[in-house]
């Protein structure tokens, strides 16, 4: 399996644009999370889902984020309109866990999309 | 709200030396405490990890030491290797709820002189 797949890697946009991140997780994998790393606030999480549905949104910082996750094998994170304040690696994982604490289920990430808002 | 305190925030050893990065939990009950290792430009990936049954754990030069009264918990790097250099972050899961959540520290970032 090539692993959980982020794109873009890297991108530059203008504050007021729309930006949309997205991720593709492992296949088979249950639950999919959304986390903001910067060097101010470390590694946050923003959002994550278990079956394609949203269970835990409380770390998305303003209404200005959006998360969707249309079917198991697909998900973004849009940010309209962006502000500098924006910039930082977001990251997207999965799990293979049920969604029930079951086991030690471990996190897998994907290489993250830099995101600079200029 | 941080749940999870990690100190230091940059740590700098030398060869062969014994790295230690500390974390400390709050109130929440968590079950499962992993560490994470990321190198620049990758994602964090799974190094290590521990329940709270459990006071220590070993997977070769790495440690985790895990004091379930005091809370805390560590991660014990023994003959540190450049190659160890990295940013480390310790994690806690919480008890209740669904999946896989997990809550971070702040990152150490480590630097093995060889």
């Known amino acids: 399996d090539a692993g959980v797949i982020q794109s873009p890697r890297h991108e530059v946009t203008e504050m007021g644009q729309e930006v949309t991140l997205r991720c593709k997780p492992i296949s088979g994998h249950n639950s999919l999370f959304w986390y903001r790393q910067t060097m101010m606030r470390g590694l946050e999480l923003l959002i994550y889902?278990?079956?394609?549905?949203?269970?835990?949104d409380s770390g998305m910082p303003e209404d200005r984020f959006s998360a969707k996750m249309p079917n198991a094998s697909f998900s973004t994170l849009k940010i309209q309109p962006s502000e500098p304040r924006d910039s930082a690696v977001y990251f997207c994982?999965?799990?293979?866990?049920?969604?029930?604490?079951?086991?030690?289920?471990?996190?897998?990430f994907g290489q993250g999309t830099r995101l600079t808002v200029v | 709200q941080q749940q999870v305190k990690q100190s230091p925030q940059s740590l700098i050893v030398q060869k062969g030396g014994i790295s230690i990065i500390n974390c400390a939990y709050e109130?929440?009950?968590?079950?499962?405490f992993p560490w994470y290792q990321q190198f620049p430009g990758k994602g964090p990936a799974l190094l290590i990890a521990?329940?709270?049954?459990?006071s220590e754990k070993k997977e070769g030069r790495f440690t985790i030491s895990f004091n379930k009264s005091a809370k805390q918990f560590s991660l014990h790097i023994m003959d540190s290797q450049p190659g160890d250099s990295a940013t480390y972050f310790c994690?806690?899961?919480?008890?209740?709820?669904?999946?896989?959540?997990?809550?971070f520290g702040a990152g150490t970032i480590l630097r093995v002189k060889s």
């Open positions: 994690a806690a899961r919480p008890n209740r709820g669904y999946g896989n959540k997990l809550v």
């Open positions: 994982a999965s799990t293979p866990g049920r969604g029930d604490y079951s086991g030690d289920t471990e996190a897998f």
């Open positions: 521990i329940r709270p049954d459990v």
């Open positions: 889902f278990n079956n394609n549905v949203p269970i835990d």
């Open positions: 109130n929440t009950a968590f079950d499962y």
